[in-house]
Nanobody
Framework: QVQLIESGGGLVQAGGSLRLSCVAS????????MGWFRQAPGKEREFVAA????????EYADSVKGRFTSSRDNTKNTVYLQMNSLKAEDTAVYYC????????????????WGQGTQVTVSS
């Protein structure tokens, strides 16, 4: 069982930046593909970013490309989501997720999920 704990959410003005962190409770963190997803009120959960086990590969949703960057530090069991040029439509609860098998944008492939952190962007 892997526990994931997100932090770094908050209230920010449009155009501002936030950095989310997600710490994993596992000794084999580098074995996991990590993903970021978000869910806005009344909407389905959607893919934001994924990062490969080594961190050399990333994938982003079109809506965040060029603004968000995911990275990881396997020595700290931590994955990050740097969010720049935030927009009101980025307001959502952000979740990190982990899976051992596949580099994917599909939420159903991820086995472990954090509790989420709220990001609110005021316009």
């Amino acid at each position: 069982q892997v526990q994931l704990i997100e932090s770094g959410g908050g209230l920010v003005q449009a155009g501002g930046s936030l950095r989310l962190s997600c710490v994993a409770s596992t000794r084999t963190f580098s074995s996991y593909v990590m993903g970021w997803f978000r869910q806005a009120p009344g909407k389905e959960r959607e893919f934001v970013a994924a990062i490969s086990k080594s961190g050399s590969g990333t994938e982003y949703a079109d809506s965040v490309k060029g603004r968000f960057t995911s990275s990881r530090d396997n020595t700290k069991n931590t994955v990050y989501l740097q969010m720049n040029s935030l927009k009101a439509e980025d307001t959502a609860v952000y979740y990190c997720a982990a899976n051992l098998i596949v580099f994917t944008t599909s939420a159903r492939e991820y086995d472990y999920w954090g509790q989420g952190t709220q990001v609110t962007v005021s316009s």
